[in-house]
């Protein structure tokens, strides 16, 4: 696995490399924009180009740029909607741009509409962002939730519905997140369970989709719906499941992220602690 995490843009979006690096990091993720406003500036020819410079200088595989937690791809609300597909159409572009290869999203929440509706909508908004973004290369990565409330992807099923929708499933994966896989009942504590919930994630997603993971211990116990990180070995899931993954050679090639409290000190010890395994 290639280990990295979410590092920040303070400075701007050409500071993430260094900010990686600084850390340990072979890879990682990050937001290309204030990720709690709607509108962002778009990005120069200076930025990307000192962006791609800090990549090469430190030597970084291309990883994952997380969406806004604005954006809900299931929206009942119209203007919610609207504002989640053209947001959705700048993070594409940006991070073709920015020459990485997944966008990676959370599914949404269908608000009473019911699950299948909710589906049909989120698959609905990609096949409308790939027609109108400026982008053919960049995937986009369903992310594994908690199912908390009317969150959709608290099963791998549901993640494979929306897929199984699009016009453009080539151009769609999957971000599994231990944390909330968790949460959401998959029980990869131990290696029999660990075993099954692969097996599972294999018929309903197919391995060759699943693109990136985040690693994250829960806060929550077993099928508890919350979605609270702890760091490496700090919470209910232990350290088992981390060292199951980082030495399955099944997802030796696969970006590995740390999203865990703390950032830069606390990524470097949960990096030097998931390289140990």
């Known amino acids: 696995m290639i280990l990295g995490a979410h590092v920040s843009i303070a400075g701007g979006v050409a500071a993430a490399p260094q900010n990686a690096a600084l850390c340990g990091c072979q890879t990682f993720q990050m937001f290309t924009r204030n990720q709690l406003r709607w509108k962002a500036e778009p990005l120069t020819e200076e930025q990307v180009t000192a962006f791609r410079a800090g990549m090469a200088e430190h030597h970084l595989v291309p990883g994952t740029v997380h969406a806004s937690y604005l954006v809900n791809l299931a929206a009942r609300d119209p203007d919610l909607l609207a504002r989640s597909r053209t947001s959705m159409v700048s993070e594409l572009e940006r991070t073709e741009q920015l020459g990485l290869p997944y966008l990676v999203v959370h599914p ?7 699950t299948a509706a909710g589906i049909e909508v989120a698959a609905a908004t990609l096949d409308e962002v790939f027609r109108r973004a400026r982008a053919r290369h960049a995937m986009v990565l369903l992310e594994t939730t908690s199912g908390a409330g009317s969150v959709l992807g608290g099963t791998f099923e549901e993640l494979a519905a929306i897929r199984g929708l699009c016009h453009n499933p080539a151009r769609v994966g999957y971000c599994v997140d231990t944390c909330h896989i968790f949460a959401a009942g998959y029980d990869i504590r131990f290696l029999h369970g660990y075993n099954a919930t692969v097996a599972q994630m294999d018929r309903a997603l197919g391995l060759a989709n699943v693109k990136a993971f985040h690693l994250n211990d829960s806060k929550g116990t077993l099928g508890s719906h919350v979605d609270r990180h702890a760091r490496i070995g700090q919470g209910q899931l232990g350290t088992n499941p981390f060292r199951y993954l980082v030495n399955d050679l099944r997802f030796a090639a696969h970006p590995g992220i740390l ?12 990096l030097a602690l998931l390289r140990s395994f």
């Open 108 to 114: 949404g929440a269908h608000r009473g509409q019911g």
């Open 259 to 270: 999203e865990v409290p703390g950032e830069t000190e606390a990524y470097a010890e949960d």
